[in-house]
Each structure stands twice: as structure tokens, then as C-alpha cells.
């Protein structure tokens, strides 16, 4: 199967992390949606798509990404990472997989370090994530998501 995940990652990368863990399982292509490129979703079975949550959302690049290159039926699948409120989580680019007629073959998030704004005072929250388990986590989840969909 071959898999692309169009990804926005800043604050430490820490959901690139997740997704280098999720790469470590085979054939995935890591796209990051800020480098000008030209893209051919078409020629992927499936497209994850993932960023971290800032201000209670995901990036929108990524949301408009997905709405600019997301080839219509195409499997999708959902990855963020946050602090500690992940706020709508991945429902922005649910509904562009909605509009599209995209099955959602699942949806994974965990805890990223976050050093946003007052929490730098403290040292910051979620500390260490993703951790160990995180990205074990993370790499089940992509098993499945393979799993899925096996052609190819
Ligand atoms: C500008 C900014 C806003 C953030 N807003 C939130 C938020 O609303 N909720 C939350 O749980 N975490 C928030 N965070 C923390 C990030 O979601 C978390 O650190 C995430 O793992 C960052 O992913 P990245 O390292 O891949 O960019 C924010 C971080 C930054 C820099």
C-alpha cells in the first residue's frame, strides 16, 4: 500500500515524531504542506493527514492542503498532537473528508510538549511526549491503518 501524509509539525516537532514512528512500519511518505511541491495525491492509496493544535485547532495549511489537493474517495486517516486541551481535535478535516466522500480509516493523537505562552514559565506541560509508549502507539495504529488497506 502506498500511503502519504501531508503534515504540518513547528512547536518541537513532536507530531513529526509520531510520524517518523508511524514511518518506521514501511511505505509512507511524509509531505510537509509548508514547502512548495508539486503533489500528486492520486497516485497514493491512502492519505493521512496531521499537525499539531494550535489555538484549540489544527493547522489550517494542513485543512487547506487536504481541501486543495485531496483527491475525491481517497482513504484518509487523522493524526495531531497537543498540550492538554485538544479543542475540535481533527473535526476540521473530517468535514473536507466528508465533502469529499472520503471513508476515515481512524484517527490517532497524543500528548506533544508544549512550551506555548505562560506554560514556558513552568517548564512547559507534557513533558517527555511523545514518549515511548506514544510512539508504539502510534505505530499499532498505522498497522491497522495498513491493514486497511491492503492492496498494493
Ligand atoms: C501557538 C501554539 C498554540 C497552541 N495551542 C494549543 C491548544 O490550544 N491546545 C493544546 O492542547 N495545545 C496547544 N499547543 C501545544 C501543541 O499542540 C503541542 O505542543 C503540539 O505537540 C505541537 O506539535 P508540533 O511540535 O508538531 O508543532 C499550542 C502550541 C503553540 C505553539
Redesign the pocket.
Known amino acids: 500500500m502506498k500511503t502519504a501524509v501531508c503534515y504540518y509539525?513547528?512547536?518541537?516537532?513532536?507530531?513529526?515524531k509520531v510520524l517518523d514512528a508511524m514511518a518506521d512500519e514501511g511505505n509512507l511518505d511524509l509531505i510537509d504542506v509548508t514547502t512548495r511541491q508539486t503533489v500528486r495525491l492520486e497516485e497514493y492509496d491512502c492519505i493521512g493527514f496531521a499537525s499539531?493544535?494550535?489555538?484549540?485547532d489544527v493547522q489550517k495549511a494542513v485543512v487547506e492542503f487536504a481541501r486543495q489537493y485531496l483527491p475525491q474517495g481517497k482513504s484518509v486517516f487523522f493524526v495531531y498532537?497537543?498540550?492538554?486541551?485538544?479543542?475540535s481535535g481533527a473535526k476540521s478535516m473530517v468535514e473536507i473528508a466528508r465533502e469529499k466522500n472520503c471513508p476515515v480509516l481512524g484517527e490517532f493523537s497524543c500528548k506533544?510538549?508544549?512550551t506555548?505562552g505562560p506554560f514556558k514559565l513552568i517548564g512547559g506541560i507534557?513533558k517527555g511526549h511523545p514518549d515511548t509508549q506514544d510512539l508504539e502507539n502510534a505505530r499499532k495504529f498505522y498497522r491497522k491503518i495498513q491493514a486497511q488497506n491492503p492492496q498494493g
Open positions: 509539525s513547528r512547536h518541537h516537532g513532536n507530531t513529526r499539531g493544535i494550535y489555538g484549540f498532537t497537543y498540550g492538554g486541551a485538544k479543542g506533544g510538549y508544549d506555548f507534557a
